[in-house]
Each structure stands twice: as C-alpha cells, then as structure tokens.
C-alpha cells in the first residue's frame, strides 16, 4: 500500500482489507494464518476473482448464444433474451407513439 489515501483525499477503497491484514500479520506467528485477509486485500486491489467470474458468466452466453443460433433463433431473439435493449424511456426514431395527438 502505498500512501493509504485515494484519489479524492480520503481513504483509499481498499483500506479497511489493507487494516485487517496488517492487525493479522502483526500478531501472526507465522505468515500463513493471514491467508484469507491477504487474498481480501490482494482482491479488493485487483479484483482478479470478479474478473475471473465475469469472462466465466460471458463465455457460458456466448455458448448458449451459439448453441441456440444453430437451432436457428433470430439474433434479434437471443440479444433480447440476454441483455437490456431498451427500457423503453425514449422513443427510437420511426417508431410509433401509444398516444395520438
């Protein structure tokens, strides 16, 4: 850790798993029991383990997505079924008003 501050000032995001670490380390008889608060602090820093999780989360849809294309879906009916196309607070250009003027 290097100063302990974040880019606003104040504490950095990741202080708090930097404190319980360094409490752990320091009253440790061996390095290994603090394990578990180095991996929370090495995480908050990295987020290895999100990142990890999200390529796993996005290549399973793709999967699907393949999968389901050579059944012969639409790709308009496999994007709609996998991500928000629209929440409907705008109107897209051309398309028609529920209310008549």
Same mark, same amino acid.
């Given at each position: 850790m290097a100063s302990g501050?974040?880019?606003t000032g104040g504490r950095s995001r990741c202080f708090a798993y930097w404190q319980e670490f360094s409490k752990c380390y320091s009253q440790a008889d061996a390095p290994s029991q603090c394990r578990v608060q180095a991996?929370?602090?090495?995480?908050c820093l990295?987020?290895?383990?999100?990142i990890e999780r999200a390529k796993a989360i996005r %290549? &399973?849809?793709?999967?699907? %997505? &393949?999968?389901? %294309?050579?059944?012969?879906r639409k790709v308009a009916d496999l994007l709609a079924d996998g991500v928000i196309v629209s929440v409907g607070n705008k109107q897209r250009d051309g398309a028609p008003d529920d209310k008549e003027q």
């Open positions: 501050f974040g880019y991996d929370d602090y090495l995480e990295h987020h290895t383990k999100e %290549a &399973e849809f793709i999967k699907q %997505a &393949e999968h389901q %294309a050579k059944e012969g």
